[in-house]
C-alpha cells in the first residue's frame, strides 16, 4: 500500500516517521507500533507505544532537531473562485526549508513535513506501507469511518432534539 505524506495520518504516518527517523519499529499484537530503541524511555513515562504524531514527547522531539516550522492559517485559497475562504476549523501548516505540509493538528503537520522532506531527499514522492502495517491501517481507517458515522447519526439525533425542545 504506497500513501503520499499530505494524506497520511495514524499508523500510517507514525510508521513512515518511525523509518525516516531510523527506527527499528514492530506491530505490536495491539496493532500499535513498538521501537525497541525508544520503548525504555517510554515505559517511565506510561506511554509504550510509538507515535510521534499525537505524542508530544516523541513527535517534539523530531520538531525540535529537525527545526520543523510550525504555523497555523484560518484561511484557505480556492481555485475554483480564485478567492481566500475562510475554513471552520483552523489549518496547521509546517516547512522544513521548501518543503510545506500541513494537518489539523500541529504534531500531524510537522510529522507529515519530515516524512515529506525525507523522502525528497531520496527522491521519492510516497512511502509503501509493509503488509501487516497496511492490514492494521486499513483496520484503523475502517474503525475511523464507522466512528464518523455514528457520529453524524449523533449529531442529527442531538441537533432533532434540540429543535424539539425549542419549539
Avoid at 115 to 123: H, K, N, T
Avoid at 125 to 134: G, I, K, N, R, S
Amino acid at each position: 500500500m504506497k500513501i503520499e505524506p499530505s494524506t497520511a495520518e495514524g499508523l500510517a504516518l507514525d510508521w513512515a516517521v518511525g523509518q525516516c527517523d531510523r527506527r527499528k519499529l514492530y506491530l505490536a499484537k495491539s496493532k500499535r507500533l513498538m521501537t525497541a530503541n525508544y520503548g525504555t524511555f517510554n515505559h517511565r513515562h506510561g506511554a509504550p507505544w510509538y507515535e510521534p504524531s499525537s505524542n508530544w514527547l516523541q513527535g517534539g522531539r523530531i520538531i525540535q532537531s529537525n527545526r520543523i516550522t510550525l504555523d497555523i492559517t484560518d484561511t484557505a485559497y480556492d481555485d475554483k473562485t480564485d478567492e481566500c475562504i475562510k475554513l471552520n476549523t483552523p489549518e496547521w501548516w509546517s516547512s522544513i526549508g521548501e518543503v510545506t505540509a500541513r494537518g489539523a493538528t500541529p504534531l500531524i503537520a510537522a510529522m507529515r513535513c519530515f516524512v515529506a522532506s525525507r523522502l525528497e531527499q531520496a527522491g521519492l514522492t510516497a512511502f509503501e506501507l509493509p503488509p501487516d502495517v497496511a492490514d492494521a491501517y486499513r483496520a484503523e481507517l475502517a474503525r475511523h469511518e464507522k466512528y464518523m458515522k455514528q457520529r453524524k447519526r449523533w449529531l442529527k439525533i442531538s441537533t432533532e432534539l434540540l429543535e424539539g425542545a425549542q419549539t
